[in-house]
C-alpha cells in the first residue's frame, strides 16, 4: 500500500501526555504548523460524581509552584479548577528505624501551599481541551511510528498506518520507553534502583487534613499523596499511596488480597491516617533511573521522561518534565525572534544548557536518598536520625530545602 503523505509541520510533538501537550499548548506562535502525535486513542474523561476509589486516577503529580505557573501559563490551569485537586499546606517525613523527622509547613513558609496534587487525567483533559481551539494544531491519535528518517531540511516520520508526518523539529514527549528516542538513536545511561513501586487509591480512617506523608524503611519508602473526591465536598478520606520497595517484597504486597493489603500498609504507615479501609486496583511497575546523554541530535529533542526518568520518592517527575517544556517553548521562541529556524543547533543547545544540570542534580539527589535510607549501619541511622532531627530545629534551613523542593523560587 502506498503511503499517504500529509502536510508538512514546523514541529511534530510526539506524546501527548502532559509535557507534550504543555509544549504544544506553550507554542504561541500561530504561524507555526503543529502536530501532536500519540499511540493511545482519546484518554477517558474523568469521573468525579462517585466516592470509590476506583474512579480515581491512579496516576498523580504532586505540582510545584512553578508547575502551576506553567500550566497556567498554557491555558489549562483555569480549566483545572473546575475540576478537583488537592493544596497541601504540610508533609511530615520520618524515619522507621529511629526518631528522625522532619515538618514542613505553608504557615512557616508563608506561602498558600506547598503544592497540589492532582490526578494527570485532569491535566490533559485540560491541555486538550484548550489545544483543540488552535487552529495551527494537528491531533494524530491513534497512531504509532514505526520508522524514523532524519535528512538535512527535515524529519520524516512514518506510522503503523502509513501515514508519513514531516517536521523541520521533532520533540520526542513520549515517555520513558521514548519510541523517537529509540529510533534515533540518543545514547541513554541506566541505573538499576532495584525497587519496583506500587500505586493505589486508598480510603483511611483518619482525614488527611491536607498532609501529605512520607516514610523511610529499610526496604523502601512509602508515601501518601492526599486526595480532594470534588472541589465542593469537604471529604478527606482519600489519598494517593507511591510504595516502593525491593522486587521481592513488592511483588509480595502486590499478590496479597485487598484486606492483606490494607493491613500491611496500615503497618507500615504506622497508623498515621488511622486504619487504611478501602484500596484501589494496585498497579506495580519497576524503577530505574534513565538520564539522555544529549537533549537533542540534530532536528530532535527529548523532553520530559523520554530525557529523563526519576525514582518517585519526591514527586519530582512531572515537574522536572513540565520545566523541561517551558524552557524549550522559551528557547524555541527566543530563536525565532533572532531569526533562527526552529531547529536551530544554537536553540537546541541553549535548551540543553538549561535544563541538563538541573536535572541531574535532581536525579543525584534522590539517588543519594534512596543510598542514605537503605543502609542500616548504626552509624548511619544515627548520622540519618540526628540530621533530620537538626533540620527541623533549623527554620531557615529547612524552609530554604522546602523551596527548593517545591519550586518556589523557580
Known amino acids: 500500500m502506498k503511503p499517504k503523505v500529509k502536510s508538512d509541520f514546523d514541529i511534530i510533538i510526539v506524546g501527548a501526555g502532559m509535557v507534550g501537550l504543555t509544549i504544544a499548548s506553550l507554542l504561541k506562535d500561530d504561524q507555526l504548523r503543529i502536530a501532536v502525535v500519540d499511540k493511545s486513542d482519546t484518554p477517558p474523561v474523568p469521573m468525579v460524581s462517585e466516592l470509590e476509589s476506583s474512579n480515581f486516577d491512579a496516576r498523580v503529580s504532586a505540582l510545584s509552584a512553578a508547575s502551576r505557573e506553567i500550566l497556567k501559563r498554557a491555558g489549562a490551569w483555569r480549566i483545572i479548577e473546575s475540576k478537583r485537586y488537592c493544596d497541601f499546606s504540610s508533609m511530615f517525613v520520618w524515619d522507621a528505624d529511629g526518631t528522625g523527622s522532619v515538618k514542613f509547613s505553608a504557615e512557616e513558609l508563608s506561602v498558600p501551599r506547598l503544592g497540589t496534587i492532582i490526578e494527570n487525567s485532569f491535566v490533559i483533559d485540560a491541555l486538550l481541551e484548550n489545544l483543540y481551539k488552535k487552529a495551527n494544531l494537528e491531533i494524530f491519535r491513534p497512531c504509532s511510528i514505526i520508522s524514523l528518517d532524519e535528512g538535512d531540511e527535515s524529519v520524516l516520520l512514518e506510522t503503523e498506518d502509513n501515514i508519513r508526518l514531516r517536521a523541520k523539529l521533532v520533540i520526542a514527549a513520549d515517555g520513558v520507553n521514548s519510541k523517537i528516542r529509540e529510533l534515533a538513536n540518543f545514547r541513554v545511561r541506566e541505573w538499576e534502583y532495584n525497587h519496583d513501586a506500587i500505586v493505589a487509591t486508598v480510603k483511611t480512617e483518619s482525614p488527611h487534613q491536607e498532609m501529605?506523608?512520607?516514610?523511610?524503611?529499610?526496604?523502601?519508602?512509602?508515601?501518601?499523596?492526599?486526595?480532594?473526591?470534588?472541589?465542593?465536598?469537604?471529604?478527606?478520606?482519600?489519598?494517593?499511596?507511591?510504595?516502593?520497595?525491593?522486587?521481592?517484597?513488592?511483588?509480595?504486597?502486590?499478590?496479597?488480597?485487598?484486606?492483606?493489603?490494607?493491613?500491611?500498609?496500615?503497618?507500615?504507615?504506622e497508623s498515621r491516617l488511622g486504619r487504611i479501609i478501602d484500596c484501589s486496583r494496585r498497579h506495580l511497575f519497576p524503577l530505574r533511573q534513565r538520564h539522555a546523554v544529549n537533549y537533542s541530535k540534530r532536528r530532535i529533542a527529548l523532553a520530559g521522561d523520554a530525557a529523563h526518568s526519576i525514582h518517585p520518592l519526591a514527586g519530582q517527575g512531572a515537574n522536572l518534565g513540565l520545566l523541561d517544556a517551558e524552557a524549550l517553548v522559551n528557547k524555541i521562541t527566543e530563536g525565532l525572534n533572532a531569526g533562527r529556524e526552529v531547529a536551530d543547533p544554537v536553540i537546541m543547545d541553549r535548551y540543553q544548557r538549561a535544563r541538563k544540570a538541573h536535572n541531574l542534580g535532581m536525579m543525584g539527589l534522590m539517588q543519594g536518598f534512596k543510598h542514605l535510607f537503605a543502609d542500616e549501619t548504626m552509624i548511619v541511622r544515627w548520622l540519618r536520625n540526628v540530621g533530620m532531627s537538626s533540620i527541623n530545629d533549623m527554620s531557615m534551613v529547612k524552609n530554604y530545602l522546602a523551596r527548593q523542593a517545591m519550586g518556589l523560587d523557580s
Do not use: H, N
Not at 501529605?212 to 529499610?218: C, D, G, K, S, T
Not at 473526591?229 to 513488592?250: F, H, K, M, N, R
Open 212 to 269: 501529605a506523608l512520607q516514610r523511610f524503611m529499610q526496604t523502601g519508602p512509602l508515601a501518601f499523596l492526599p486526595l480532594c473526591t470534588g472541589l465542593e465536598i469537604d471529604c478527606q478520606d482519600w489519598s494517593s499511596i507511591v510504595w516502593s520497595a525491593e522486587p521481592s517484597y513488592a511483588k509480595k504486597l502486590f499478590s496479597l488480597s485487598d484486606d492483606e493489603f490494607c493491613f500491611e500498609l496500615t503497618q507500615a504507615s
